[in-house]
């Protein structure tokens, strides 16, 4: 008890002097408004110069903005069901959901990262973290659309993820709960040395992008937080934080704040990789999904996989260490040179910035504090780079503008520092509405920041927009690094909780991004590239529309023979093959979502007609002068009745 | 070789470029299709100029009961041979005879010329007035007839809310290139004469 009565009034002691300074900082904010309104401006018709990915938080999707504007383009569903694309709810796309736990239709999306080539980002793919039913997502920006789901065994709430390597070679998901490996059915007092943490290496094809477990590293059971790749001479190696390195399993905000020091764990990735390749490595009998969509085929598919190649890291000396790190750290970043590993201690107002070229140095002179279940604890001094003194409260995350100055988001004493690399001392501080997380500059988590903006994710915005009951926006706000000071230029609201964010120039993206699906491509099995190949195929009580649109109609647009007990699948293919004309449909009483269906694509949904009667279905995306008449009826018999199945387009039923 | 003989012989191979090059192109702009959508007109087809061009023209064209556009017209069957033949007369008359020949050759080239772009325009009169009587969408002139959809011959005019451009394209220009320099190589020739 005594030691928590000392930390509230370590905070309270600072929080006096920080909040003095955030209000100066504000009315200075004020004086720059109009300045800052030309710099956000993006006039009609113009362009925005960056694309910004921010993650969804517990909507389990992933939004997309344009900055400097702030304006929304797209949210893109990942680990959520989205009526409004029918992701999740359509035949094609319920794969994607699919887990070891059966169909997990939500999940918690934390850290977006894009792919990258030699140390820059190349602008192909997206990956994104669910964080509680462990999984990682693909987004394929071609097409701003989630193209593969993996979910990882042994690993429960996949927080230090989805971090990619400098050439994609891994994406990695660290567990932040330590669990049973694998699991049973045992005490949870007995967490301690029983519990253990995965730290899954995914490898990512170079062509296509297929991902796929390439071992798990299973550590001592401590919590893992973040991560993030070395990069330069640190390419080889991740790092991870570590909070619960007192590896309690109840009221851990007391049992886990008792070691004065946590860890970063190092990980020589390229050493597992060749032990792994040389046959090391324990096959283990597991069962996780593996989810593909198919741009060809429009459609999902899901596998179940049976086996993962788990390591212990004191079968591979020199592979793994602890890099001891004030006082529960969370975030975990390293500097675009891949020099400067800063641990962001929570519970510490110092940032810990250790070097990695000392810490090889204390690994060659084995210059060790002990080891942590075998893995060695390298010596605190002899690898610490140097220390950002009283910064603020609650340091959370870094990142870097690529001219030697780092950006850290204190949660507590909500504000923006920026500090010097290599000097330690800050240089400017700026007041953030209100506790703020992650931090992003575009290019952050690569070699080559474009440290123009950085944008800031706020946790609570109380006063800063009009109320809307309980539940408040969340809010990113950004900032203007390219001068000395940082200036604020635009608040904008989020969609659910914001983690973490990606950030690319948009010409990096935009010219690539595809406008239509090519029809003669299209291999659905349900596909019908014409309407004259339009039909009605009864098998049993399963009916199967093939069903075409184009402007302005459905074909057929009068199906009877349909019975009350049937099962009737609308495979509907949208035949245009212009950009930006999306079709949609929806029936009356069908219990799932409508569909959207972009063109050139196939797409399915079910519906179960429960009445007799005649019933209608329409577009539900306005496409046209004559969008109101593109509908059509089905006629529904009574369950046994001997209506004759037919459709038709334009002409009389006989 | 006489200067003119290789003039002449070069305009004659500038035709061979019609069976690569597109002859015109008739566009299409409009508020819904800031990059405009349109149609390159070959000897021998009807192509897009973008990726599916013509099936969205089709669509669009259909609310007012315009036909579709046809990807094969009888002419485009006549206009190749009579490009070959007039190639392999050019050639003749370049190698065996004299230079008054390469006027015939330009006028008669002329001549074809004429009564290819006449045929052309009754194509694009006929497309443009021959509507569905059933058409979803009947505009009419000031003067109650129904509005016609015909592109311009040559030009830039509007129907509707949109901007039809219609201008010859490279392998036109290489056409009436070829032509010029049978002409030139004719007063080269009488020069020489």
């Not at chain 1, 925005?48 to 990915?53: I, L, M, S, T, V």
């Not at chain 1, 989205?82 to 070891?100: F, H, R, V, W």
């Amino acid at each position: 008890m005594k030691n928590i009565f000392k930390k509230a009034l370590l905070f309270l002691l600072p929080l006096g002097i920080f909040t003095a300074c955030g209000t100066n900082n504000s009315k200075s904010n004020s004086a720059l408004a109009e300045g800052a309104a030309e710099k956000v401006y993006v006039k009609p018709g113009d362009h925005d110069e960056f694309y910004a990915f921010v993650s969804g938080g517990f909507s389990g999707q992933l939004a997309v903005y344009g900055l400097p504007s702030g304006r929304l383009f797209k949210v893109i569903p990942v680990f959520s069901q989205d009526a409004e694309k029918a992701y999740g709810y359509n035949e094609e796309t319920k794969p994607m959901l699919n887990t070891s736990f059966g169909f997990v239709p939500w999940d918690d999306a934390h850290h977006p990262d894009i792919s990258q080539t030699a140390g820059e980002l190349d602008g192909r793919f997206l990956f994104i973290n669910g964080n509680n039913t462990p999984r990682i997502a693909k987004i394929d920006l071609t097409t701003f659309e989630t193209t593969e789901i993996l979910e990882i065994p042994n690993s429960a709430g996949n927080h230090s993820s989805s971090f990619v390597t400098e050439n994609t070679e891994y994406v990695v998901a660290g567990t932040r709960f330590s669990v049973p490996i694998p699991q049973k059915d045992m005490p949870i007092k007995d967490y301690k040395g029983n519990f253990k943490g995965s730290l899954s290496f995914i490898s990512v094809d170079p062509k296509d992008g297929a991902m796929d477990i390439k071992f798990q590293i299973i550590m001592p059971g401590f919590n893992y937080d973040l991560s993030h790749p070395g990069r330069g001479d640190s390419h080889g190696w991740f790092f991870f934080t570590t909070y619960n390195t007192e590896e309690a399993s109840t009221l851990l905000e007391v049992n886990a704040s008792q070691n004065d020091k946590d860890f970063i764990a190092a990980i020589n990735w390229k050493k597992v990789e060749a032990f792994v390749n040389g046959g090391g490595g324990k096959k283990m009998a597991t069962n996780y999904a593996h989810n593909v969509y198919s741009d060809e085929t429009h459609s999902a598919t899901s596998t179940m996989r049976k086996e993962v190649t788990v390591v212990d890291p004191r079968d591979i000396p020199g592979a793994v260490y602890l890099l001891p790190t004030p006082k529960s750290p969370h975030g975990c970043d390293v500097d675009p040179s891949g020099e400067y590993i800063v641990g962001n201690g929570k519970l510490s107002s110092n940032l810990t910035v250790h070097s990695f070229s000392k810490m090889i140095k204390a690994i060659e002179a084995k210059n060790f504090d002990g080891d942590a279940y075998g893995i060695p604890i390298l010596n605190f001094e002899a690898i610490n780079a140097g220390t950002v003194q009283q910064a603020g409260l609650g340091p959370l995350h870094t990142e870097f503008d690529g001219e030697g100055n780092a950006y850290t988001t204190f949660f507590i004493s909500s504000e923006v520092v920026k500090w010097k690399l290599k000097t330690w001392e800050v240089i400017d501080r700026k007041p953030t509405y209100y506790s703020v997380g992650h931090l992003m500059i575009p290019g952050g988590n690569s070699r080559k920041p474009f440290g123009k903006y950085a944008l800031a994710m706020n946790k609570i915005t109380k006063d800063r927009y009009l109320p809307t009951g309980p539940e408040v926006t969340q809010s990113a706000q950004l900032f203007d690094i390219s001068g000395d000071k940082m200036e604020l230029l635009l608040d904008f609201p989020t969609i659910g909780e914001p983690h973490y964010a990606a950030g690319i120039p948009a010409n990096l993206i935009a010219p690539k991004s595809k406008k239509f699906y090519a029809l003669e491509d299209n291999k659905h099995p349900y596909a019908v590239k014409s309407e004259a190949d339009t039909r009605v195929e009864r098998k049993g009580n399963d009916v199967h529309i093939y069903m075409t649109t184009i402007r302005s109609h459905f074909a057929p647009d009068n199906i009877e023979g349909i019975k009350v007990g049937d099962k009737v699948y609308f495979h509907v293919t949208n035949l245009e093959q212009d950009y930006d004309v999306p079709h949609g449909i929806s029936m009356i009483g069908a219990n799932t979502s409508e569909l959207l269906i972009m063109p050139g694509q196939t797409e399915t949904f079910t519906w179960e007609p429960k009445k007799v009667g005649v019933w209608p279905f329409y577009c539900t995306d306005f496409c046209s002068a004559l969008h109101q008449e593109m509908q059509g009826y089905v006629r529904v018999s009574p369950s046994g009745s001997n209506t004759k199945l037919s459709w038709s387009l334009g002409e009389d039923i006989e | 070789m006489k200067k003119s003989k290789i003039l002449m012989f070069v305009g004659v191979l500038l035709l061979g470029s019609l069976f690569v090059l597109p002859l015109w192109n008739i566009s299409l702009e409009a508020p819904q299709y800031p990059e405009a959508i349109g149609m390159n007109i070959h000897i021998n087809k009807i192509a897009d100029m973008n990726p599916s061009d013509i099936k969205n023209i089709n669509i669009m064209n259909h609310y007012v009961g315009m036909k579709d556009i046809p990807e094969v017209l009888p002419e485009f069957k006549i206009f190749p041979y009579v490009i070959i033949a007039m190639m392999i007369l050019g050639l003749i008359i370049a190698f065996k005879l004299n230079y008054k020949w390469y006027l015939a050759w330009f006028i008669v080239m002329c001549l074809l010329g004429t009564a290819g772009m006449y045929d052309f325009y009754l194509w694009e009169y006929d497309y443009g007035h021959t509507l569905r009587e059933n058409a979803a969408i009947k505009f009419q002139n000031p003067d109650g007839t129904p509005l016609a959809y015909q592109p311009p011959l040559l030009g830039t005019k509007t129907i509707l809310n949109f901007v039809a451009h219609s201008y010859p394209r490279s392998g036109a220009y290489l056409l009436f290139t070829g032509m010029l320099l049978s002409l030139i190589a004719f007063f080269q020739g009488k020069k020489g004469s």
